[in-house]
């Protein structure tokens, strides 16, 4: 038997690095440069064996195999599921709601800290709050998403105070932290090299693939993993690798592109860069303390929504498939997050859609994919052979609204099940945890519902099954050696000068031109020119609350003022800017108010600012129905009605513009979160650059040319809305194109630069199939 000897850290006795003095936590170094973590107030004690330095987590005095450092992920996760209860597997099935750090006085994100919320009592910015402690120690919640933090200082104090909070419970696992994309521009963001504790900023979805670049993105994964580990963050709730086939889809603006090819090589790209650590910083397989878990999503794919609805509403639960075509995709995820080219092979995570993937199944159920054992266990796991961890989508286990339009639950094709029914449903579909919940009571009931049907021995295998998944991924980034940070070290980290200097080049080389008619383009700065403001409309967040309209210049005049000279009187001008926003629909393709009124509530989403009517749509939806909110309406078609984009005023300050100016150029600035039409004014304007949410400092620096524009789109442009409504949900490149004034098409891969169309080989590589 090997000689243990127990020591109760004390600082005279141990190597404690001297930055940490006066912390809440303590780093002990290994020989072989292993350093542990811990909190002295978590009671955890260091073995001592044959000279190296154990954590001893569960505090039974000797040396557990999930202790032990030395071994692989998947023995020591093993173990540790099978020490564990199943009231602390389930824990580890649940993830968070969103938290904000600190937490919101009210509304989203809001809590408590002793009962007052924070503006009103004495808590730090970095304590945890009341729900907080309760899902971690009462629920045994390990995975948390979290939204808003202070600063970085602020994030990485709150993850040593959680860290602590959690060692001293139960069998010491660590919290594994969370967040969706962090890193996107506005246009009102400034670059500026010097930005302390400002995290780096990047293009994100169709701006990334504008670049068609994977080295970029790969180098932005690099460079945002290091940011998330200084903030505490060790899982990407990203990336959104949904086939952007369907254009009037409000999430298009967070995928790759329509191209599989492009959005399988840019997903790899991404994944690898996230989740791949180097030299010192890995312990095995490429797995590190400087990697991050990539949770990809969202499977089979969200990017066949009929009509472009979204699945996070009722009125958008079914993604379709007229053109017989899941298998594309599919693609991105077969031969991208799950074929890298690093060493960690492939993506620690998978999400799957809200969505019912109508007709998919040949069993002929149509269930959510996130309920669905076809497209979970069948494909994901047994075609594909996929063995990370699947975690549901958020909310896809709560009760939907009253009307299609609420933003609640989302229990599509579970409707009529109960919470826990719906839990249960779940699990044995294959999927190990799920989003958005903190209460592990409906987990407790569908163990006790599988224990009924198939007995206590399959139960117990089965969660401990989804238990080894979800732990290997926190052994893997180091986690329960040292999930401790240092609050200055993370502030020196988080948006230093070479990372924001990385993000703000992918910015320029994101910006797409379209047009250059003479090529009046690049303007030489110190011209003068006239910037109109927009009217921004009243407008619904997710949870239906307005904004006040407004009327304000779209970008920082300041920043306008350090490149040409800014004048209100377009007489006095040399040039216009004119910066608008792609067209967009208020309603997502639902107005309760027809529904009120007779209709099935069912309208038209466009991609152009003038009114259009449905004239040429489907007459028959091709999915339909839904058992608790009404159940009468069999068919979804929007055909003969009509919608205006809500930012129809975008389109009549380009054209009241274009008069004021004269015969002088006007250049169209267009942030896109979409496909959009270009016909309303295309010919009204000397120059279009596009974009997909940069920094109004990129769109300057391509106009005055001080960059080049390299962008490319990676999208199609339709020509009209009936060649949108002609094409199927499910089927890149298969719209008409719009053409310009000098000739160009507005296709897939289509971009200028300043000697003209872009030939290269992204061009050649990437081009539509």
């Not at 472009?308 to 997050?337: C, M, S």
């Given at each position: 038997m090997k000689k243990i000897i127990l020591t109760l850290l004390a600082i005279s006795c141990l190597q404690i690095s001297s930055a940490q003095e006066g912390k809440n936590y303590q780093l002990v170094k290994n020989p072989n440069g292993i350093v542990l973590g811990y909190s002295p107030a978590s009671g955890v004690t260091i073995l001592t064996i044959e000279g190296l330095k154990f954590k001893d987590l569960n505090k039974n005095g000797k040396l557990d195999k999930y202790e032990d450092w030395r071994l692989p992920a998947q023995e020591r996760a093993k173990d540790l599921a099978h020490q564990m209860t199943i009231a602390q597997i389930s824990g580890l099935m649940l993830y968070s709601s969103h938290q904000m750090i600190p937490a919101a006085d009210s509304g989203f994100g809001s809590s408590t800290y002793n009962g007052l919320v924070f503006s009103q009592g004495k808590a730090k910015a970095d304590d945890l709050s009341d729900a907080q402690k309760k899902f971690l120690k009462e629920d045994n919640l390990r995975h948390i998403l979290i939204t808003r933090v202070q600063s970085p200082e602020v994030a990485a104090a709150w993850n040593n105070n959680m860290q602590a909070f959690v060692e001293g419970t139960g069998l010491g696992i660590p919290g594994n932290t969370s967040t969706d994309p962090r890193h996107t521009a506005t246009i009102n963001s400034e670059f500026n090299a010097g930005a302390g504790g400002t995290i780096s900023m990047w293009p994100d979805g169709l701006g990334m693939a504008a670049t068609f670049n994977p080295a970029i993105v790969q180098e932005f994964g690099h460079i945002a993993a290091q940011e998330y580990r200084a903030l505490g963050i060790s899982t990407a709730l990203s990336?959104?690798?949904?086939?952007?086939?369907?254009?009037?889809?409000?999430?298009?603006?967070?995928?790759?592109?329509?191209?599989?090819?492009?959005?399988?090589?840019?997903?790899?790209?991404?994944?690898?860069?996230?989740?791949?650590?180097?030299?010192?910083?890995?312990?095995?397989?490429?797995?590190?303390?400087?990697?991050?878990?990539?949770?990809?999503?969202?499977?089979?794919?969200?990017?066949?929504?009929?009509?472009?609805?979204?699945?996070?509403?009722?009125?958008?639960?079914?993604?379709?498939?007229?053109?017989?075509?899941?298998?594309?995709?599919?693609?991105?995820?077969?031969?991208?997050?799950?074929?890298?080219?690093?060493?960690?092979?492939?993506?620690?995570?998978?999400?799957?859609?809200?969505?019912?993937?109508?007709?998919?199944?040949?069993?002929?159920?149509?269930?959510?994919?996130?309920?669905?054992?076809?497209?979970?266990?069948?494909?994901?796991?047994?075609?594909?052979?996929?063995?990370?961890?699947?975690?549901?989508?958020?909310?896809?286990?709560?009760?939907?609204?009253?009307?299609?339009?609420?933003?609640?639950?989302?229990?599509?094709?579970?409707?009529?099940?109960?919470?826990?029914?719906?839990?249960?449903?779940?699990?044995?579909?294959?999927?190990?945890?799920?989003?958005?919940?903190?209460?592990?009571?409906?987990?407790?009931?569908?163990?006790?519902?599988?224990?009924?049907?198939?007995?206590?021995?399959?139960?117990?295998?089965?969660?401990?099954?989804?238990?080894?998944?979800?732990?290997?991924?926190?052994?893997?980034?180091?986690?329960?050696?040292?999930?401790?940070?240092?609050?200055?070290?993370?502030?020196?980290?988080?948006?230093?000068?070479?990372?924001m200097k990385a993000g703000y080049q992918a910015q320029l080389k994101s910006v797409v031109l379209l047009k250059n008619k003479s090529a009046i383009l690049p303007i030489a700065k110190n011209k003068t020119v006239f910037v109109p403001k927009i009217y921004y409309p009243a407008s619904k967040d997710w949870w239906g609350n307005l904004s006040a309209p407004r009327f304000d210049y779209p970008v920082d005049i300041n920043l306008i003022k350090k490149y040409y000279n800014l004048t209100e009187d377009p007489a006095k001008a040399d040039f216009s800017i004119v910066f608008v926003s792609s067209p967009y629909s208020a309603n997502g393709g639902y107005d309760l108010n027809d529904r009120k009124s007779g209709g099935n509530g069912y309208v038209p989403i466009t991609l152009q600012y003038n009114t259009y009517t449905a004239s040429k749509t489907r007459t028959q939806s091709i999915a339909a129905g839904d058992p608790v909110i009404d159940p009468s309406i069999n068919n979804r078609s929007y055909l003969s009605k009509s919608i205006t984009a809500y930012n129809t005023m975008d389109l009549r300050t380009i054209l009241d513009t274009r008069a004021m100016m004269k015969d002088k150029p006007v250049i169209v600035v267009i942030n896109a979160s979409k496909p959009m039409i270009f016909s309303e004014f295309e010919k009204q304007a000397e120059g279009i650059v596009l974009h997909f949410g940069v920094s109004g400092q990129a769109v300057l620096d391509i106009i005055s040319g001080a960059a080049e524009p390299s962008g490319l789109l990676p999208v199609q442009m339709p020509a009209d809305m009936l060649t949108v409504e002609k094409q199927y949900e499910d089927i890149p490149f298969d719209m008409n194109c719009h053409t310009d004034t000098e000739g160009n098409v507005y296709n897939f891969g289509y971009g200028l630069n300043w000697k003209g169309k872009i030939k290269d080989q992204r061009t050649t590589k990437y081009q539509a199939k």
């Open positions: 990336p959104q690798i949904d086939l952007g086939t369907e254009p009037r889809w409000y999430r298009i603006a967070m995928t790759f592109g329509e191209s599989p090819l492009l959005s399988a090589d840019m997903a790899r790209a991404y994944i690898d860069g996230f989740q791949t650590s180097f030299g010192k910083d890995e312990i095995k397989d490429g797995w590190g303390y400087k990697s991050v878990n990539a949770m990809v999503k969202h499977w089979p794919g969200g990017g066949a929504e009929e009509g472009g609805r979204d699945g996070h509403w009722a009125y958008g639960k079914f993604a379709v498939y007229p053109g017989k075509n899941l298998e594309q995709h599919i693609y991105p995820f077969t031969e991208g997050a799950f074929k890298l080219a690093g060493k960690t092979k492939q993506a620690a995570a998978v999400m799957p859609y809200y969505t019912i993937a109508y007709g998919q199944d040949p069993s002929g159920n149509n269930m959510a994919n996130g309920y669905s054992k076809y497209m979970i266990t069948d494909l994901l796991r047994k075609k594909y052979n996929y063995d990370g961890v699947v975690c549901t989508d958020w909310l896809i286990t709560a009760n939907e609204g009253a009307t299609p339009d609420i933003f609640a639950g989302k229990p599509w094709g579970a409707e009529a099940l109960s919470i826990n029914e719906r839990h249960y449903k779940v699990i044995m579909a294959g999927v190990d945890q799920f989003g958005g919940n903190n209460e592990v009571k409906p987990i407790l009931a569908a163990y006790q519902m599988g224990i009924k049907e198939y007995g206590e021995q399959f139960m117990r295998a089965r969660f401990e099954t989804s238990a080894v998944r979800l732990l290997k991924n926190i052994f893997r980034v180091g986690l329960f050696e040292n999930p401790y940070l240092d609050p200055q070290e993370s502030k020196k980290i988080v948006g230093n000068t070479e990372f």
